[in-house]
């Protein structure tokens, strides 16, 4: 399979775009990495497609810093959206630790000139959208696990 560049793949117009994209991309996980999408103005993905490697638990300092520096990415690059997709090899469901990245992630962006489109979250088994509720699970917010 020949993966198009991401110029040439079209714009990511919808939530099934994004989606599309991301399996075309990342497909299931392989690693704890942070994937970063970044759209212009027309919904078409930059040629440009940063990761960043994350530790398993859940680093205080890195989620203080990671937002302003994902705002100085979208400002340097002049991106209009930028979607986050978050892989972790495993099982479906969300662990406390990626409730307090993904969290952490979400509450930062919100503040900056940063239009987010997602979290997407890549699991071993495929890849599917982070809602509002799947963030406020049982352990969300708490900084360790129950």
Do not use: N
């Amino acid at each position: 399979m020949t993966i198009p560049s991401p110029t040439d793949a079209g714009p990511l117009l919808t939530d099934e775009d994004v989606l599309d994209r991301v399996v075309l991309l990342v497909d299931r996980a392989f690693r704890r990495q942070l994937w970063l999408l970044l759209l212009d103005g027309d919904g078409v993905q930059l040629p440009v497609l940063p990761r960043i490697d994350l530790p398993a638990r859940p680093d205080p300092r890195l989620l203080r810093v990671l937002p302003d520096r994902l705002d100085v990415l979208v400002q340097e690059t002049e991106s209009a959206e930028l979607v986050l997709v978050y892989e972790r090899p495993g099982r479906t469901k969300l662990t406390w630790a990626d409730r307090e990245w993904l969290g952490a992630l979400v509450a930062g962006c919100a503040g900056r000139s940063i239009r987010l489109r997602g979290p997407v979250f890549a699991h071993t088994h495929g890849v599917r959208w982070v809602g509002p509720e799947d963030l406020a699970g049982p352990a969300a917010g708490r900084g360790h696990p129950p």
